[in-house]
T-cell receptor
């Protein structure tokens, strides 16, 4: 029974490139959340998705960032035209329902050079 | 706007001590509260989940309590071990489902 799988574990991108981060939730979990942890800062909510729907994207930067959770396949967090300030650890979490707590993945560490 | 504060920010104790980590939040209209552990460079491991109708949860040497009326939760670790060294995070969420994290308590247990 695999947990939340995130890949890649580490990603290096040059400024201006695109970064695509993948998250496969725990089997049977329909709620997916993305969080960002900047160096020396706490975890900040980015977006909450259910299958094919964005429920809450209040934590997403207005530009360059997008997320999806298609009917089939993993959830994708996409960052276009990356800048150095995007360097951070990005964590995905999933839950079967609101009352059951969250399971986190190991994260993707993005470095923009 | 919900704010979560964890005290102390860092704690260093000798092996074998019992210790308490504190978490406070400004909005008592929370749904659940969850404690996590994060090792350096790693993801988050769930320790305890206190659901909306509960006041405490226990797992092994860990005990977490929740007092919604005062906006506080505590994590008690009994007989601490060097392997307990990590950052401990508390987070709560309301019915909107969004987890709000504290900044964490960095625990170091010395042999």
């Amino acid at each position: 029974n695999a947990g939340v799988m995130q890949n890649p574990r580490h990603l290096v991108r040059r400024r201006g490139q695109e970064a695509r981060l993948r998250c496969s939730p725990v089997k049977g979990h329909s709620h997916v959340y993305w969080y960002r942890q900047l160096p020396e800062e706490g975890l900040k909510f980015m977006v909450y998705l259910q299958k094919e729907n964005i429920i809450d994207e209040s934590g997403m930067p207005k530009e360059r960032f997008s997320a999806e959770f298609p009917k089939e396949g993993p959830s994708i967090l996409r960052i276009q035209q990356v800048v150095r300030g995007d360097s951070a650890a990005y964590f995905c979490a999933s839950s079967p329902a609101l009352d059951y707590g969250y399971t986190f993945g190991s994260g993707t560490r993005l470095t923009v050079v | 706007k919900q704010e979560v504060t964890q005290i102390p920010a860092a704690l260093s104790v000798p092996e074998g001590e019992n210790l308490v980590l504190n978490c406070s939040f400004t909005d008592s209209a929370i749904y659940n509260l969850q404690w996590f552990r994060q090792d350096p460079g790693k993801g988050l491991t769930s320790l305890l989940l206190i659901q909306s109708s509960q006041r405490e949860q226990t797992s092994g040497r860990l005990n977490a309590s929740l007092d919604k009326s005062s906006g506080r939760s505590t994590l008690y670790i009994a007989a601490s071990q060097p392997g307990d060294s990590a950052t401990y995070l508390c987070a709560n969420y309301n019915q909107g489902g969004k987890l709000i994290f504290g900044q964490g308590t960095e625990l170091s247990v010395k042999p």
